[in-house]
């Protein structure tokens, strides 16, 4: 097999996330691939062989899957949003349900109960959420306005009869691009770093139908707010607008990030309810996008959790406060800790709407605060970013020693790394589930519950390493594809040298010896160090001294 090699092949399967799989026999290797579903018979080219592994690119599908059926989205193919909208919901449902509980089967150590998966109440307009793009469908095409063409970083797709949001969404992208076709002004290029509209962002409450619109663009020029306002207030909308935004972005970074923002109209912030309870929603902070499927994976992590009375509760990785104040009626204290300030806030003035006074809300990153939060917890809920937790956090989570902890996921990977460090350090998982919370995509969420073994009796066994045996499996090559397996991360040669030169290791005595670099280069990131320090850990070239220090053995 080499680069470049065209074959024809059926997907056998799909794991998570989205990587479909073709054993070719004439080549005796498996392939994978995205974008397919199981049982179609593809055309595709190799584009990377490494390591005995091989992945395609799909040219062409020559047969579809006995199990599909024609998408309703005539955005389907060409959006890259929505990989499984030609596979029936019940297919779907089957087919994540088997996904996760395969990476949870390999993942946890010993029994465990699996709920299976809950459905999302509406397989279609569901989001409370879009970020739309600016830029032009085909290279020096017109001004569009939509999501980013499968594939491609540049080419933007019209996407004017989404599936995944209401018609309110799909008026307001069609209006907006109409307005700024009609200025003449470009949209930002991404690699000129040059042009005007970068994004729209469209955020609708689904109990309470308020809608919060908010243009997104350079400085570059001058935006007629005025005309823009006034088309929108215009529009037939079965929702009402409770403010219409314009936010200035001059970042390089092809991403929503608020330079200032200004009202235009009305107000920057809408309401939505969840099991109850009332929310305030600002325009950047993090709420589940989908607020009726939220409430289902809301109420399973409730389950989970169990009787909170007069208990002390951590909601980490807290978000506006949905998870905190859902537990808040019955607990005995609650204390959330969330890395942007914004929803902080929210979540405070969230509290007091809800009457709620048992609340504690605090800014910053979890690794960092959680040593001043001035209380042990008798319970802990994670909803951590799709990464997973620093391990540093979660040694400090563990530390704390609760009884009970439940993990949200939004990447069931990150949640099955995870297990290992937490199933290590003397928790078991008790029971697992998945909630689908994006019909038509690849994603999915995840909740487990784990509890903390009884009487673990703890065993220390010296044991005499030859070094030169540990030297020789502590290759480069392999602490390089342990960080990348167990924490996602890929590091440099560099970056494993300074880390042993940190620690003291005589670099002529190192496997794959690096000298000492003539110029000057980024150190090594602190969450590079820590994965790279637990790989030495791990292949015995580093060991924990008493006094908490790492050291070479």
């Known amino acids: 097999m080499k680069k470049g090699q065209v074959f024809e092949g059926t997907i056998e399967r799909v794991d998570f996330p989205n990587k479909g799989r073709i054993f070719l026999k004439e080549e005796e290797r498996e392939v994978t691939v995205k974008n397919g579903v199981p049982g179609q018979r593809v055309r595709f080219s190799v584009n990377k062989l490494r390591k005995g592994k091989a992945e395609g690119r799909i040219l062409e599908m020559l047969e579809p899957s006995p199990l599909e059926i024609e998408p309703e989205c005539p955005h389907f193919g060409s959006c890259g949003g929505c990989s499984y909208q030609s596979l029936p919901y019940e297919e779907q449902l089957k087919l994540k349900e088997k996904q996760v509980k395969e990476l949870m089967d390999a993942a946890v150590n010993g029994e465990y109960q699996f709920d299976g998966i809950k459905a999302s109440p509406r397989k279609e307009q569901y989001r409370n959420k879009m970020e ?55 949209y930002y290029h991404r690699m000129r770093h040059t042009g005007f509209f970068r994004h729209l962002l469209v955020r609708k409450a689904v109990k ?48 929503v990030k608020d330079e200032g923002t200004e009202i235009l109209y009305g107000q920057d912030y809408f309401f939505e309810e969840l099991l109850g309870l009332k929310f305030k929603i600002t325009p950047f902070s993090f709420f589940q996008t989908n607020s009726l499927g939220a409430e289902v994976l809301y109420e399973t992590a409730r389950d989970y959790i169990g009787d909170t009375k007069d208990k002390v509760v951590f909601d980490l990785y807290s978000g506006t406060g ?88 939004c990447k069931p990977t990150s949640l099955a790394r995870d297990l290992e460090l937490l199933q290590g350090r003397g928790y078991q998982v008790e029971k697992a589930s998945c909630v689908d919370l994006f019909p038509a995509t690849v994603h999915v969420e995840t909740v487990a519950l784990l509890t903390r073994k009884k009487d673990v009796e703890r065993i220390d066994i010296e044991m005499t390493v030859d070094r030169e045996d540990v030297t020789e499996k502590a290759t480069y ?77």
């Open 132 to 186: 739309f793009t600016f830029g032009d469908e085909y290279k020096d095409g017109p001004l569009s306005l939509g999501m980013h063409k499968r594939g491609s970083f540049y080419d933007i797709v019209n996407v004017n009869s989404c599936r995944i949001v209401d018609e309110d969404f799909r008026r307001i992208l069609v209006e907006t691009l109409a307005f700024a076709q009609e200025t003449g002004l470009p």
């Open 322 to 409: 949905t998870i905190a104040q859902i537990l808040a009626p019955v607990a005995k204290r609650v204390v959330g800790v969330e890395i942007v300030e914004e929803a902080v806030e929210a979540a405070k003035e969230n509290a007091r709407l809800n009457g709620l006074d048992n609340c504690t809300f605090w800014a910053g990153d979890v690794l960092k605060v959680i040593d001043d939060l001035g209380e042990v917890p008798d319970l802990i809920v994670i909803d951590p970013p799709r990464d997973g937790v620093h391990p540093k956090a979660l040694e400090k989570i563990i530390g704390f020693g609760v009884e009970k902890l439940v993990y949200i996921a």
């Open 208 to 255: 309470t139908g308020e809608i919060l619109i908010d243009m997104v663009t350079t400085t570059e020029s001058a935006l007629d707010g005025g005309e823009w306002v006034k088309r929108m207030l215009a529009l037939p909308l079965d929702g009402k607008i409770a403010g219409i935004l314009h936010t200035k972005n001059d970042s390089l970074a092809d991403v």
């Open 477 to 553: 090559q392999k602490i390089k594809e342990y960080v990348k397996e167990k924490y996602g991360l890929n590091v440099h040669t560099k970056y494993i040298a300074e880390v042993k030169r940190k620690h003291g290791l005589p670099m002529h005595e190192a496997p794959n010896k690096v000298d000492v670099p003539k110029k000057e280069y980024p150190r090594c990131p602190e969450v590079k160090v820590t994965a790279i320090e637990e790989a030495l850990k791990y292949f015995g070239v580093m060991e924990q001294s008493e006094n908490g220090r790492n050291k070479y053995i």
